[in-house]
């Protein structure tokens, strides 16, 4: 079920308006009602399924319960307290807490958790704040977060596309990154010469984040015709036809009953 709804977000995103908004009330119902019955704690009496679904139910709450009032209070207690106090934040729910806030939040929230990668020799931590630092709304802040990814010296040269990926996780995000990448190809081209060839794909990867458009597929196709990376050419064209599937099956869900609202609202 959650990689159903997570791929129907993306797809039903491309759409937007009042069927988007109407399907992520939709999860979010769906969301908020398992998390009722879960909550946010790994319990004593927790067999293993208990514990995977609540980690599925909250990595979920980023995208359908970001909006609630009450699961933004909680997610905003947990995130005030957990710099003092560790355990009122399970690693396991931290990225979901860290987006949510981000998403909901500005710079100080933004500087906060960037602050506690500076801060720290422990990977663990830093790979969450690379994960999760784009996913601000604010654009201007996700420009930065490209900026500081690819044009600084803080970020590994093996890790740096994770930002690149965080923020692109919405569609106005992979209009930016998709932009940046071709505003800074021959950085890119300069910064991995000597790389393996995988980190290029990464960086290319994240940079088209949630496109699945036939469009879309069309566009980076022609730009790869006329700039050429030989040694990602077969990734690119994994990646195209990928896009072009998904743009697809996005086609044949604009012909289906899913993007009426009022199938979201029963």
Request: with cysteine.
């Amino acid at each position: 079920m959650s990689g159903v709804l997570k791929s129907l977000y993306g797809l039903l995103e491309q759409i937007g308006g009042d069927v988007f908004d109407a399907f992520r009330s939709f999860g979010s119902r769906l969301i908020k009602a398992a998390l009722d019955r879960f909550g946010w704690d790994h319990l004593p009496t927790d067999d293993h399924s208990d514990k995977l679904l609540r980690t599925t139910v909250i990595g979920l709450l980023d995208s359908f319960g970001g909006k609630d009032e009450s699961i933004l209070a909680e997610a905003r207690r947990r995130f005030d307290e957990h710099w003092e106090n560790p355990a009122a934040l399970h690693s396991d729910f931290k990225s979901t807490v860290y987006k949510i806030v981000l998403k909901n939040g500005g710079v100080k929230e933004y500087e906060r958790i960037l602050r506690s990668f500076n801060e720290t020799e422990d990977n663990s931590i830093r790979v969450i704040v690379l994960h999760t630092l784009g996913c601000t709304s604010d654009p201007a802040l996700k420009r930065r977060t490209l900026d500081w990814a690819v044009k600084g010296n803080d970020v590994k040269l093996q890790d740096f596309f994770y930002p690149i990926g965080a923020v692109s996780n919405s569609l106005a995000g992979s209009d930016m990154t998709w932009a940046y990448f071709k505003e800074n190809l021959e950085l890119y081209k300069s910064k991995l010469a000597k790389a393996s060839p995988s980190l290029m794909d990464a960086v290319i990867v994240n940079s088209v984040g949630v496109f699945c458009t036939i469009e879309h597929a069309q566009e980076i196709e022609n730009y790869f015709d006329a700039n050429p990376i030989p040694k990602s050419s077969r990734r690119i064209s994994q990646l195209i036809e990928s896009i072009r599937n998904s743009g697809v099956m996005l086609n044949k869900l604009k012909e289906s009953e899913l993007v009426n609202p009022s199938f979201w609202n029963a």
